[in-house]
Antibody, heavy 123, light 106 residues
């Protein structure tokens, strides 16, 4: 099964850019759709956006304008950038596979989540 | 956005009990409803998708049902390892949204 591991700074200053990398192993960037999800400490889950290697993206309108998801196909890596961060962006950030079941009409779901490191926004 | 509301927010039950968690969508989502289990410090894991379909490897004591706006997750024969927080999530339309979670204590 595909394995994902997020990496990046654990502390980001307010107004700066949060940048995270998701390294994909035991699978190819070309095989799936990819997604980012975040979870503030002690709170629920918020979908950030998704990307297909062909370039298709969609983002949560609550973050649109600040968020970019991209991919390096040669390195098998997925990236998240969130600009102009505030304390409200403090959260665990997960990358995951966006699964489209083979049977039509079954929607989508998130699988093979990474560990979700905590990113704190603070001066 | 479609709002997802779970109840209860927490519950306590004993090993062997049958437990039911409900999830309500703010509008009709058909059966585009997924359930996840999250243990402390871990990433969520999918339990069910499309309201009642099992991914491989999920124990059969978990069952899902419902359609439209009202859904349930039932755990038959609660086990100690089921102590976790459970989230519902709609995949009907973006932005995909989650319920606030139900914490199950054994």
């Amino acid at each position: 099964q595909v394995q994902l591991r997020e990496s990046g700074p654990g502390l980001v200053r307010p107004s700066e850019t949060l940048s995270l990398t998701c390294s994909v192993s035991r699978g190819s960037i070309y095989s799936y759709y990819w997604t980012w999800i975040r979870q503030p400490p002690g709170k629920g889950l918020e979908w950030i956006g998704y990307l297909h290697h062909g370039g298709t993206t969609d983002y949560n309108p609550s973050l649109r304008g600040r968020v970019t998801i991209s991919v390096d196909k040669a390195k098998n890596e997925l990236f998240l950038e969130l600009t102009s961060v505030t304390a409200a962006d403090t959260a665990r950030y997960f990358c995951a596979v966006l699964v489209i079941p083979p049977t039509s009409g079954k929607g989508y779901y998130f699988d093979s989540w990474g560990l979700g490191p905590l990113v704190t926004v603070s001066s | 956005d479609i709002q997802m509301t779970q109840s209860p927010s927490s519950l306590s039950a004993s090993v062997g009990d049958r437990v039911t968690i409900t999830c309500r969508a703010s509008r009709n989502i058909g059966t585009f409803l997924n359930w996840y289990q999250q243990k402390p410090g871990e990433a969520p894991k999918v339990l069910l998708y499309a309201a009642s379909t099992f991914p491989s490897g999920v124990p059969s004591r978990f069952n899902g049902g419902g359609s439209g706006t009202d859904f349930t997750l039932t755990i038959n024969g609660l086990q100690p390892e089921d102590s976790a927080t459970y989230f519902c999530q709609q995949s009907h339309s973006t932005p995909w949204t989650f319920g606030q979670g139900t914490k199950v204590e054994i």
